[in-house]
């Protein structure tokens, strides 16, 4: 038997088909055309499983479940997508309406949670029994599971671990607050504070290259240029893994799970980053070194995480 | 059938019989004498229980469990305390050595999630399946229950809520870090501001109430003065109050639980704290007032959540 997971994103919507093991079997991927009203983007998606599944030889009667992870609150419980600013989704009946197409048990999660699971199933948190994810990119998502469980709120907005404020009247957030993590600790904050730096050091190795242009700045840039010796880029590094230590302790402080998986476009910087983020955060850990259990890892699964926590939704049904 | 509730202080030890329902039958204490050893802490522990079962006319045949709330980590697997600074226990046998003197199932944990299971049980979460207790004292203490579950951290040394640093290079906290939650929202700071502003005002009412003595300050005086209109209390409480929203935003947006109840010290100031909070975070909901599903309360059981909480730990192992 296999089951099916569909990541619903901004841009594209990816489907894989999964095995008992959590291996991809096949994959693909449609534009989401995110204009578009509900109905047709979850039209697009049960047409791809369904193309999928014959592509692979396959019938929907090996298809025991499909899981669909998507951005906004998700109802887990009655399948209904509560909202989304991007999609302007609001109340859809995302469960009953994929099941025009395809109809087997459909479970639909948060895509920040639903990747979260994918590392907890088969990937940097397979071993684990407790796992926070942390994702560092455009902002900065977390996925908490525990004993197996997602925590995902009582109303299914829980674990927007970005917006745990860290520096009152800070940075102002898309959310609406000031001085979130994720202003910090997001790739976006990273290339804004590399940008700031470059701007005001015309010397710094980084403007060489960008080669004179802000847009070509990325969360790369600033590691590389600190990695072969300039300071400039070291402070902007420096301060960035301060902020990252210190939100970071706070997960540790909240739910000490076994592990932290730190995923999204800085976790590309592995070592470079863990190094230098153990040393601040056994600074941070009350009790220092010996009391900082939790393991700090990279995700391994990549963009794939989505899918394949999707397809693996049905374990928390079970 | 009855079950006992032990809540060991650093000043008294407590413990009460409890029905099924999570009422108290029979209470008593005796002093902890904290500078004590292990054993003649918990040999005093136990003799209270036989003495109080003895009284209230029953036989340890009528006790079905024991729970004991301890301050530090407390490792609830295996009933060992494994950390405590102020009782100075390290890796104590609770459970086994409390059985030398009461020969039934002893259940322990940290006293924080403890009082915050007595309050999911039979106090102001009652209703609740989702429960975080914030307890504004000394510091500022937290407790999660999701689901029924206590979330104790893999290590048994998470949920310290206060410790979540809300100010980067802020207060200098017990715990070593900057800007803990705890240093700007317990009892212990709110007494610190007015002090500082009473000292700075000497105009302020503040001043009459404590006549002049400054160890006479404490967490109502700022509340009692504000209502009475005094300006300078009135911006202590302000000030209090914006910290105290910003923290308990973040809970909402890591937990989204049902309810948040609140205890410790400065929740006697009851509708006095709650009003200008609700506005206050009303401002810093992800969504605004009709995003914000949380329930904030005030604690009902006081000092005997400790117990009950205690009381009722079999619950967790059932």
Chains 1, 2 share one sequence.
Request: hydrophobic share 45%; with cysteine; charged share 15%.
């Amino acid at each position: 038997m296999f089951t099916i997971g569909v990541d619903l994103g901004g841009t594209n919507i990816a489907v894989a088909i999964v095995d008992e093991k959590g291996n991809i079997v096949k994959k693909g991927s449609v534009p989401t055309l995110s204009s578009r009203s509900y109905d047709l983007i979850i039209k697009d998606m049960g047409m791809l499983c369904v193309s999928l599944i014959e592509v692979e030889g396959l019938t929907s009667a090996d298809i025991e479940s499909v899981g669909i992870g998507s951005p906004g609150i998700a109802d887990s419980k009655n399948g209904i997508l509560v909202y989304n600013n991007n999609l302007n989704f609001k109340d859809v009946p995302m469960a009953a309406e994929f099941q025009k197409y395809l109809n087997v048990p459909v479970y639909i999660g948060n895509d920040a949670n639903v990747a979260a699971y994918g590392e907890y199933i088969s990937g940097a948190g397979a071993i684990y029994s407790d796992l926070v994810a942390i994702t560092l990119g455009t902002g900065v998502g977390g996925g908490v599971i525990i004993g197996g469980n997602v925590i995902e709120g009582s109303f299914f907005a829980g674990a927007e671990l970005g917006h745990i404020v860290i520096s009152v009247d800070g940075e102002l957030c898309t959310c609406g607050r000031h001085g979130c993590w994720e202003t910090y600790s997001s790739a976006t904050a990273l290339i804004r504070e590399a940008k700031k730096s470059a701007l005001a050091n015309p010397d710094s190795m980084m403007n060489q290259i960008i080669q004179g242009d802000m847009d070509n700045m990325n969360a790369k840039i600033p590691f590389d240029a600190a990695q072969a010796g300039d300071a400039v880029a070291g402070g902007v590094v420096d301060s960035y893994i301060k902020y990252l230590a210190i939100g970071l302790v706070n997960v540790v402080n909240i739910f000490q799970p076994e592990v932290i998986v730190l995923g999204g476009g800085v976790s590309a910087q592995k070592e470079n980053l863990i190094q230098p983020l153990l040393v601040a955060m056994e600074h941070e850990i009350y009790g220092g070194k010996e009391a900082f259990k939790t393991k700090i890892k990279v995700a391994e699964l990549g963009n794939d995480a989505g899918v394949i926590g999707a397809a693996m939704l049905h374990k928390l049904h079970e």
